[in-house]
């Protein structure tokens, strides 16, 4: 058994940037085999090496999680070369940082496939090779957004919001079958990555996460910790995730009109978007990302919502916790009147 308690290897998609790179030069700290599934070459090349320098085994896997097939074939390749996958994270993502109205069908219809389907096909893949073992856990990599839609998103929300329902319904399907087989969420708040350097902007200016950013070693720590214990339903990383959470299900309609006041500018940087601007939405930018956007000055490194969610001895402050997130949403929404 590794340091990290999972026993066989555990796949990433979207392993080559942001929050899969973090989550996978974490998973490389914890001695485990690491299958990497990106389209990118460099970043492979590059996500490998970290692993590998921090003590674990990878093998990069060029896939493009669209493709249902590819999947497949990448799944029976992770496990030919480094064993039963114990734990599949669902991760890779794309959007389109604009209005719905100047966002092309092909364009809508790519970023589902990628960050709906993807998830979807990956996890049918892990399903294939657990549910006869009866052992393993998938990991869906989740968001606020999954709860909540903000505009200038309506592509990645509407997908979070779709693998919100697929997982309740296949969390339902497991426990009928009473497999030991678990599917857990981690829902996300706004990290700091390169997507809003390198995902399709139809903006004015350069894109940026909704405040507060956090660091994306803060989103790997849970999620990781998740794989770990996936009798958990979901873990919510982050007092804005929670905060965002409650607050819609308070007033939706007041936080409708907060957003829409406030949203347009705090999802933009002042910085006109240059004209040459790169778009991974249909094929994989050049060059080795790396987990850290362009907003480190700005990011928290920790989360203490994160850590009390993540251990068992800080279950009674969770209660005061959990107030103090009521406190913030009806802040919020205090400020919509």
Not at 56 to 71: K, M, N
Not at 72 to 78: S, V, Y
Not at 288 to 299: L, M, R, T, V, Y
Request: a positive charge.
């Amino acid at each position: 058994m590794r340091r990290s308690g999972i026993e066989g290897t555990v796949v990433v998609t979207g392993a080559t940037s942001g929050v899969g790179r973090a989550v996978a030069a974490e998973l490389g700290r914890k001695g485990c085999s690491v299958a990497l599934l990106a389209r990118g070459e460099d970043g492979l090349e590059g996500a490998a090496k970290e692993v590998r320098a921090l003590g674990g085994r990878a093998l990069p896997i060029q896939v493009d999680v669209a493709d249902h097939e590819a999947v497949e074939a990448a799944a029976a390749k992770a496990e030919s070369e480094l064993g039963p996958i114990d734990v599949w994270i669902n991760n890779a993502m794309t959007t389109v940082f604009s209005e719905l109205k100047d966002i092309t069908p092909e364009q809508f219809r790519r970023a589902t496939e990628v960050t709906y389907l993807g998830s979807v096909y990956g996890t049918m893949a892990a399903l294939k090779r657990m549910l006869p073992r009866d052992h393993g856990a998938v990991v869906q990599v989740g968001s606020a957004l999954a709860y909540r839609g903000i505009p200038l998103q309506s592509a990645y929300c509407g997908s979070k919001h779709a693998l919100q329902g697929f997982m309740e319904s296949l969390r339902c399907e497991l426990l009928h079958d009473r497999t030991r087989v678990r599917v857990i969420s981690v829902h996300l708040p706004g990290m700091n990555t390169p997507q809003f350097d390198h995902c399709e902007n139809h903006l004015p200016n350069r894109s940026m996460p909704v405040p507060p950013i956090y660091q994306p070693e803060v989103a790997a720590r849970s999620i990781v910790w998740a794989a770990q214990h996936p009798r958990r339903r979901e873990v919510w990383v982050g007092g804005s995730t929670v905060a965002t959470i409650l607050a819609n299900y308070v007033a939706p309609g007041l936080l409708d009109q907060y957003l829409a006041r406030t949203n347009f500018k705090a999802q933009q940087r002042d910085e006109p978007k240059p004209a040459d601007a790169p778009s991974n939405l249909f094929h994989p930018v050049a060059g080795d990302p790396g987990a850290h956007g362009s907003f480190d000055d700005k990011a928290h490194p920790r989360s203490a919502q994160a850590l009390l969610s993540r251990h068992h001895w800080a279950l009674p402050l969770i209660p005061a916790a959990a107030a103090g997130g009521v406190v913030g949403a009806m802040a919020v929404v205090r400020a919509t009147r």
